[in-house]
């Protein structure tokens, strides 16, 4: 297992968001719940929901879903362009793990959380340091990898022209090919920006994204302004010139270009844009720090926490996380895939085991598992100063498995209702309502949405989330009334069944999960419950409940603009 369930629940029972129990809203429930399925099994539909709900808590999503739509082009770049780069991975769930495995850290490991709150003391947006870090940490990680898709154009560029020159007996040189922008001043400007830097104002421009960051880094990590400015302002040319493209370059330009225009547009406060500035700077060192500013400013030496924690914490995550991660070109006998990772953090510690997958035991094998390993630790080691946190050591090891197969990657279209879950669970309570109310019961549920607690959210999150499970075990699926597919009016009494069975197992698995057992009589304090059975000895009263739910479906999906199909 690469991440700790209880180490994600426990960073999620401290954390209280600003904008909830403001009309009825619960983001970080939602998140949560997001979080959880994804643990449960990670895909691409269980990412989309973590990204979704993310940018849905904080207001993203009111740009049309643009950056969804970044994303979503990423992935479709990674999957569809495999064939035509030498060595291609998965960028968009890999980027959702980083993700959960810096909760893990800030969660484990107190210095973490004190450098942290050293460094915002002075500038944070949100009521709580932790809000600050989950808010400053998600837009860094989620989409630190936004701009790969430049990446993977110039090396499809490069490989294209290589093999169009390799004509046999030629001795002509390399032939170079790079996305160049030429209106590149155009993209480097922003619509919007709040924000005071230390550097003179006559050579900064606070409108241009270089300079944003060039006093970002100035300000942070003590560098020569003049020196970093000049860096920054040469980046597009030497990029061009060179061959190399750092896609962390393009994903901070873009993130802080789409939250100045969300400044702009949509009135959200601007005092928030130095948080902004914060993660995007994170995000052009991950790559930036270890590849050029560590060889362009001598003496500068592995990035210190203290400096800046969030860029520490990116680099060090996005390093570590190698399991799980789909391969999307042909591997050649020195590629290894990750399919587990063992995770040890302490306040003092930290320790990683990689399992990797090979399907040959060899003597060449194991020299490719230690050089592995190697590699790995010696690049971390050299980027960061890893004492600083984990004063007890650092270790790293690889073993090997051999005979292993990959997992089987399972994709169902899911925007369309991740978009809507909040209505979707809002419409589900509310038939239960009426449903109790038509019955003459009550119940600890019974309340209206905004009176409901964090575990009663939950469920009626998981309920809408599941439907698209529960409508492909009778072979169904959803789309919008524009598709040309008949509606489904109604389900049969065996559909219907089928899915009450299985939302009742559902139901079980999560509240097992959450440490509720089987009791004659409910107690919520002490989490029993009388119908944690097999369906099978069921009464029929809460079996008839379950079915009831299932009938909803149609009508819930209706609500939101969508129609069930049969596949």
Not at 161 to 178: L, R, V
């Amino acid at each position: 297992m690469g991440l700790s369930l209880n180490d994600i629940r426990k960073f999620f029972s401290t954390l209280a968001l600003d904008g909830d129990g403001k009309n009825g809203q619960f983001h970080k429930v939602y998140i949560r719940q997001t979080v959880e399925a994804f643990l449960d099994n990670e895909n691409g539909d269980t990412a989309l929901r973590v990204y979704m709900s993310f940018c849905y808590a904080y207001r993203f999503s009111q740009r049309g879903d643009t950056f969804i739509d970044l994303l979503d082009m990423m992935k479709n770049y990674e999957e569809g362009t495999g064939s035509l780069v030498r060595k291609q991975r998965d960028h968009y769930i890999h980027s959702v793990n980083v993700f959960l495995l810096g909760l893990c850290m800030y969660s484990r490991n107190s210095s973490l959380r004190n450098y942290f709150g050293q460094d915002t003391k002075a500038g944070m947006y949100f009521s709580s340091v932790q809000e600050e870090f989950f808010f400053r940490w998600g837009l860094a990680s989620l989409f630190h990898d936004i701009g790969y898709p430049v990446e993977i154009i110039s090396k499809q560029l490069e490989m294209f022209f290589e093999n169009a020159a390799d004509i046999p007996g030629s001795t002509s040189p390399k032939i170079q090919a790079q996305v160049f922008i030429s209106n590149f001043d155009s993209f480097n400007t922003l619509s919007e920006w709040a924000g005071n830097g230390s550097a003179p104002d006559s050579v900064v421009n606070p409108r241009k994204a270089l300079d944003i960051i060039a006093v970002s880094l100035h300000e942070r990590l003590g560098l020569d302004f003049a020196r970093i400015k000049e860096l920054l302002d040469g980046l597009p040319e030497n990029m061009r010139k060179s061959g190399f493209v750092d896609h962390g370059f393009f994903s901070a330009l873009i993130i802080l270009r789409w939250y100045a225009s969300l400044i702009q547009q949509n009135g959200i406060n601007s005092s928030i844009f130095p948080s902004v500035i914060d993660s995007a700077s994170a995000i052009f060192l991950h790559n930036y720090y270890g590849n050029i500013l560590i060889k362009e400013f001598a003496g500068i030496g592995p990035l210190k926490a203290s400096a800046h924690p969030l860029a520490y914490l990116l680099i060090l995550c996005d390093e570590l996380q190698e399991w799980h991660r789909e391969t999307y070109t042909r591997t050649d006998k020195a590629d290894f895939v990750a399919c587990v990772a063992n995770i040890e953090i302490s306040n003092d510690r930290l320790s990683v085991q990689y399992h990797m997958e090979r399907f040959e035991s060899s003597d060449e094998s194991r020299d490719l598992c230690c050089s592995f390993k190697e590699k790995k630790r010696n690049i971390i080691c050299e980027r960061l100063d890893m004492g600083a946190l984990f004063m007890e050591g650092f270790l790293l090891d690889a073993v090997i498995n051999f005979g292993s197969e990959p997992a089987v990657k399972i994709r169902m279209p899911l925007r369309q209702l991740v978009s809507n879950i909040e209505a979707l669970a809002k419409a589900s309570h509310t038939q239960y309502l009426k449903e109790m109310v038509r019955k003459g019961k009550t119940g600890p549920a019974a309340v209206a949405w905004e009176a409901l607690g964090e575990d009663e959210v939950m469920q009626n999150f998981r309920q809408a989330s599941a439907i698209v499970d529960k409508l492909a075990i009778v072979n169904c699926g959803f789309a919008s009334p524009d598709i040309l597919v008949r509606a489904v009016e109604s389900f049969t009494e065996d559909e219907i069944e089928a899915m009450a069975v299985w939302e009742h197992a559902d139901w079980v698995r999560e509240h097992v999960k959450n440490g509720w057992v089987y009791a004659a009589v409910r107690d919520d304090e002490k989490k029993s419950h009388p119908c944690l059975i097999p369906w099978d000895k069921l009464p029929e009263e809460y079996r008839e409940f379950n079915r009831e739910n299932v009938r909803n479906i149609i009508p819930l999906l209706q609500s939101i603009g969508l129609k069930v199909y049969r596949l």
